[in-house]
């Protein structure tokens, strides 16, 4: 079974920093694509950052300069650095994991975590 923990949400100011953290555990062979996603209430889920195994980047345009995800490919883990947080940025955010669970299958597989809550009050 493979797991995605989730840890690093709460509630901040307009203008504060948060970071997300996603631990992957269990039976993982290698994982490629790391992302975090979120969606507010009312809306469909989107993507906000992913990084790739070689670690690069790639940003939505809403957060682009103020957000940074990076990875520990070691511990299997995902980061999301918030900083200038505005309330739109309000949302459960959820990290994806692109992985093989084992060396006989062929394919990646999207694994998801629980989610987040992230409250952003102004």
């Known amino acids: 079974q493979v797991q995605l923990a989730e840890s690093g949400g709460g509630l901040v100011q307009a203008g504060g920093s948060l970071r997300l953290s996603c631990a992957a555990s269990?039976?993982?062979?290698?994982?490629?694509?790391m992302a975090w996603y979120r969606q507010a209430p009312g809306k469909q889920r989107e993507l906000v950052a992913n990084?790739?195994?070689?670690?690069?980047?790639n940003y939505a345009d809403s957060v682009q300069g103020r957000f940074t995800i990076s990875r520990d490919n070691a511990k299997n883990t995902v980061y999301l650095q918030m900083n200038s947080l505005k309330p739109e940025d309000t949302a459960v955010y959820y990290c994806?994991?692109?992985?093989?669970?084992?060396?006989?299958?062929?394919?990646?597989?999207?694994?998801w975590g629980q989610g987040t809550q992230v409250t952003v009050s102004s």
């Open positions: 990084i790739t195994s070689g670690g690069s980047p």
């Open positions: 269990g039976s993982i062979f290698s994982i490629t694509t």
């Open positions: 994806n994991a692109l992985l093989r669970p084992s060396a006989t299958m062929r394919t990646y597989y999207p694994y």
